[in-house]
């Protein structure tokens, strides 16, 4: 098995990905689908997300952090653990995850929604659907790498290794040395660029939340699309 991690979104992928915006869309999207989202959408622009608001439909995301204009909901964990989303579809939108999982898209044969509260189940999954390579992209933040997504690939490549023999590539080696380097998830992620400008923002909070490690097995799992969106269901 080969374990390929791209601290920023490149593409073309043939085989399994995980995409990872760890603070905070892809932690966030995953307690929609516990907090009983039947369906989380992902769009591109907030366009296409307000194009898509209908009886039974949720917004949500964030632009700098903060929930847009027309939005029900922003990109906040602990906002999503509040809710009670039984038989909805959330449809989300930000600044870098959302985009970074449309361009996984457009080629992967699977694509996951991996975090660190997930990091354990999303790696098992992925090990289980992959054939020749695993490939986990780091959504960044604004077309930057971000140590926070890198540490977070660093955890899934670090259970993924104690699973399979694997080919690491240049980026899984990276990754797996900010691990080692920082073993505590929480001082690292609040010191980001992504960390720091939630608590500008006041929503440091969501910080530990999205630092907590394999507290959930739920794997949200793309499953098709609705027009521009793309569908993801719990796995």
């Excluded at 898509?52 to 995301?61: E, H, I, N, Y």
């Excluded at 985009?99 to 457009?106: I, K, N």
């Excluded at 900010?178 to 720091?196: D, K, M, T």
């Excluded at 909070?205 to 793309?222: G, K, M, W, Y």
């Amino acid at each position: 098995m080969r374990i390929a991690v791209e601290l920023l979104p490149q593409g073309p992928y043939a085989d399994t990905v995980i995409v990872i915006d760890v603070l905070r869309a892809t932690t966030t999207a995953a307690v929609y689908l516990e907090s009983g989202a039947s369906e989380v959408h992902f769009a591109c622009t907030l366009e296409e997300a307000l194009a898509s608001k209908a009886p039974g439909v949720l917004l949500a995301g964030e632009r700098g952090g903060l929930p847009p204009a027309g939005f029900d909901l922003g990109n906040s964990p602990l906002e999503a653990q509040r809710c009670n989303l039984n038989g909805l579809t959330v449809v989300m939108s930000t600044s870098n995850g959302t985009r970074a999982t449309h361009l996984t898209a457009a080629s992967a044969k699977t694509v996951l929604l991996g975090s660190l509260r997930n990091a354990h189940a999303t790696a098992r999954r992925a090990l289980a659907l992959a054939t020749e390579e695993i490939a986990i992209v780091c959504a960044g933040r604004e077309g930057r790498v971000g140590i926070d997504d890198t540490y977070t690939a660093g955890v899934l490549c670090q259970h993924l290794i104690s699973m399979v023999e694997a080919a690491l590539d240049d980026g899984a080696r990276i990754a797996l040395d900010v691990r080692r380097q920082a073993a505590e998830p929480s001082a690292l992620l609040a010191s980001s660029a992504a960390g720091l400008a939630l608590e500008r923002v006041g929503l440091g909070a969501d910080i530990p939340f999205c630092a907590e490690i394999s507290q959930t097995s739920l794997v949200p799992t793309l499953v098709g699309r609705a027009g521009p969106l793309l569908r993801f269901a719990a796995s």
